[in-house]
Every structure is written in structure tokens, then in C-alpha cells.
């Protein structure tokens, strides 16, 4: 009998596990942070360009945030599929708590009750918006512990730098938007056509954290599919 038999190739039976890791990296690391640094910091920039009877930044944050929605729920349905049944552990409670909130953040967004509910929605859209955030960062953590994942002790340090370089780069936008304020106060008459002071900064700002956050999403989802 020959020993150099060709056999086929055996399925991966991980491949699931690792489609809802690269899902949930894509969503939370790169186009949730992009998204929300738009919608925070960018609200006065590009003020002559309006897509679809919008304004820019509008349409840029609709555009990460349904990326992420998208990736979200799609990860979540992708784990179902493959788990046999509820797994018992912190990671899987945080995620479904998640996924709710994701799930939820569109309603919340597009949600214009009249009088002041308007304005607790749109609180309630932005504190579910951080906290969902933040959730999902914490659970890619706790993920790198599962046995049944059999992912590298390395990815705690590039989960680490992205969400590392996602606090560097908001905190950069916040000195930016001072520095604007403080400049806007002292001009008592501003041109409503004209971006906010420090624009040019913000979107190179913007550009370095896109960049650097593509890179570290691009090196975990490889150290994921090389398990």
C-alpha cells in the first residue's frame, strides 16, 4: 500500500470561530472608533459639502456605523451557528449584551420624538454608543482566554495598541477642539461657510488614526487565521 497517498484536504472546523474574530475586530477596532471619532469631532468640518441632503460627517458616520452593525450582527449569528448550544462565560454574556446595544444604536440614532425625549434619546445614543464600544474591546480580551478559541497570548498586545492608539487619537481630537473654541471665542464674528478652526489638523488626524488602526486590524486578523 502506498504511505505518499494523497488524502483531500480536511475542512477547518475553526473557520466559523475565526470568521466571527476577524467580524468582530473589523467592526470594533477599525470602523467603530473611525465612526465615532467622525460624529464627535468633525460636526463643523467639511460644512460646504452635503451628501443626499445631508452633511458630511453625517453620511461619513452613518457609513463606519453600518459597518459595524452589520459585522456585529452578522459575527453574532455566524458563533450561534457554530456553538452547540449557550456557552456559560463572561465572554459570551458581554457579547450578546453587545450585540443588544449595537442592535439598538440605529433605533436610538434615527429615533426624533418631539419636545425633550428628543434629547434623551440622542444621550441615550451616545452613552449605548461608548459603553458598546468599550464592551466589545473588553470581550476581544476575554476571547483570547477561551480554550475553544486557541488564540495567541500576542494578540493581548495588539488588542492592547489599538485600543491604545484609539485613546491617543481622541485625545488629540480634544486638544484640537480647545484649541478651536478658544480661538472661536476670541473672533466675534465667524463665517458659517468656513470649517472650524484647526480643521486641516483634525483630518490628518483623522487620516494617522485610520492608518495605524487598519494596520493593527490587519496583524490581528492574521495572528487569528494563523491559529
Known amino acids: 500500500m502506498r504511505e505518499d497517498l494523497d488524502l483531500p484536504d480536511l475542512p477547518d472546523p475553526t473557520v466559523l470561530i475565526k470568521l466571527h474574530g476577524t467580524f468582530m475586530v473589523i467592526a470594533w477596532i477599525l470602523c467603530s472608533s473611525v465612526g465615532g471619532a467622525v460624529a464627535r469631532y468633525f460636526k463643523k468640518t467639511w460644512v460646504t459639502q452635503q451628501y443626499f441632503g445631508g452633511d458630511a460627517w453625517f453620511l461619513y458616520h452613518r457609513m463606519y456605523m453600518f459597518f459595524t452593525w452589520l459585522l456585529t450582527c452578522s459575527g453574532f449569528i455566524i458563533i450561534f451557528i457554530d456553538m452547540d448550544g449557550w456557552q456559560d462565560n463572561a ?126 486590524t490587519i496583524v490581528i486578523v492574521v495572528l487569528i487565521w494563523r491559529t
Not at 449595537?102 to 429615533?111: N, T
Not at 434629547?119 to 473588553?138: D, K, M, T
Not at 478651536?180 to 484647526?198: E, G
Request: one cysteine or more; proline letters at 5%; charged letters at 10%.
Open 91 to 216: 465572554h459570551a454574556v458581554l457579547g450578546v449584551t453587545t450585540f443588544v446595544l449595537c442592535f439598538l444604536q440605529p433605533i436610538l440614532g434615527a429615533a426624533s420624538p418631539p419636545g425633550h425625549t428628543r434629547q434623551i434619546a440622542r444621550i441615550l445614543h451616545i452613552v449605548s454608543g461608548n459603553v458598546s464600544y468599550y464592551l466589545a474591546v473588553a470581550n476581544m480580551f476575554l476571547a483570547v482566554g477561551l480554550k475553544s478559541a486557541n488564540l495567541p497570548e500576542a494578540l493581548y498586545g495588539w488588542l492592547a495598541g489599538g485600543l491604545a492608539l484609539h485613546l491617543i487619537a481622541h485625545a488629540a481630537f480634544n486638544v484640537l477642539d480647545y484649541m478651536s473654541r478658544k480661538r472661536a471665542a476670541s473672533q466675534p464674528i465667524l463665517d458659517p461657510t468656513k470649517d472650524a478652526s484647526y480643521s486641516r489638523w483634525r483630518k490628518v488626524t483623522l487620516m494617522a488614526q485610520m492608518i495605524g488602526l487598519l494596520a493593527f
